[in-house]
Nanobody, 120 residues
């Protein structure tokens, strides 16, 4: 298993940008699919994006395509989520997750989350 710690959350104005990072400790980071999920107040956890172990295959929720970019640096055991053109509806807790399998299911390992607040 890996342990995951997110950072980079905070406040932004509408149409602004934020970059989230997720640092992983543990072994075999490059063997894990890494995903980002989010949860807004009163709503369920929502898939945002995922990237495979090599970093050459990605998947995005429709509402994030063209605005968010997931990437990873296996030399630093870190995955990133670049968020551009933020809108108030992006306000949520953002969670990093790891799993052996690519997909939009509930992943095996989770970080504690980082809050993103977008003001209109």
């Amino acid at each position: 298993q890996v342990q995951l710690v997110e950072s980079g959350g905070g406040s932004a104005q509408a149409w602004g940008s934020l970059r989230l990072s997720c640092a992983a400790s543990g072994r075999h980071f490059s063997s894990y699919v890494m995903g980002w999920f989010r949860q807004a107040p009163g709503k369920g956890r929502e898939f945002v994006a995922a990237i495979n172990g090599k970093g050459d295959s990605t998947d995005y929720a429709d509402s994030m395509k063209g605005r968010f970019t997931i990437s990873r640096d296996n030399t630093k055991n870190t995955v990133y989520l670049q968020m551009n053109s933020l809108i108030p509806e992006d306000t949520a807790g953002y969670y990093c997750a790891a799993d052996p399998v690519m997909g939009r299911h509930y992943y095996d390992c989770w970080g504690q989350g980082t809050q993103v607040t977008v003001a209109s």
